[in-house]
C-alpha cells in the first residue's frame, strides 16, 4: 500500500490549491482516505475524510465550508481542494488510509497504518 501526496507550493491568504494523493495497492473505493495536516510546532491533525463505498465526507470544524474532499475511482486518486486560505492552514499536508479503521474511527482518533509523504502548503503574502 502506498500513497504519494501532491500539489503543495506557495499560496496567498484567500487563495487555492488542490492537493492530491495518489493511490496504490488498494482502491479508493475499498478503503477510507483521510487528510491530516501538521503544522509547525503543533501536533498532527485530523482534516478530512471520505469514506469508501458511499463517498461520505467528514470535516474537521476549521476547514468545514472552505475545503472539498473528493476521489477518482477510476484514477485511484483523493484530493483536497482548499478555498480561502489563510496563514493558519500553513502545514504539511499527509493523506492516509487502513484497512479496518474506516472515516468514524479517524475522528475519533484512531492510527492508521498507511501514510504518504507529505506536501507542503505555505499560505503567505
Known amino acids: 500500500v502506498q500513497l504519494q501526496a501532491s500539489g503543495g507550493g506557495l499560496v496567498q491568504p484567500g487563495g487555492s490549491l488542490r492537493l492530491s494523493c495518489a493511490a496504490s495497492?488498494?482502491?479508493?473505493?475499498?478503503?477510507?482516505v483521510a487528510w491530516f495536516r501538521q503544522a509547525p510546532g503543533k501536533e498532527r491533525e485530523w482534516v478530512s475524510c471520505?469514506?469508501?463505498?458511499?463517498?461520505?465526507?467528514y470535516y474537521a470544524d476549521s476547514v468545514k465550508g472552505r475545503f472539498a474532499i473528493s476521489r477518482d475511482v477510476a484514477k485511484n486518486m483523493v484530493y483536497l481542494r482548499m478555498n480561502s486560505l489563510t496563514p493558519e492552514d500553513t502545514a504539511v499536508y499527509y493523506c492516509?488510509?487502513?484497512?479496518?479503521?474506516?472515516?468514524?474511527?479517524?475522528?475519533?482518533?484512531?492510527?492508521?497504518?498507511?501514510w504518504g509523504e507529505g506536501t507542503l502548503v505555505t499560505v503567505s503574502s
Open positions: 492516509a488510509t487502513d484497512k479496518v479503521v474506516a472515516c468514524p474511527g479517524v475522528l475519533r482518533g484512531f492510527e492508521l497504518d498507511y
Open positions: 495497492g488498494f482502491t479508493v473505493e475499498r478503503w477510507d
Open positions: 471520505i469514506s469508501n463505498v458511499e463517498g461520505l465526507t
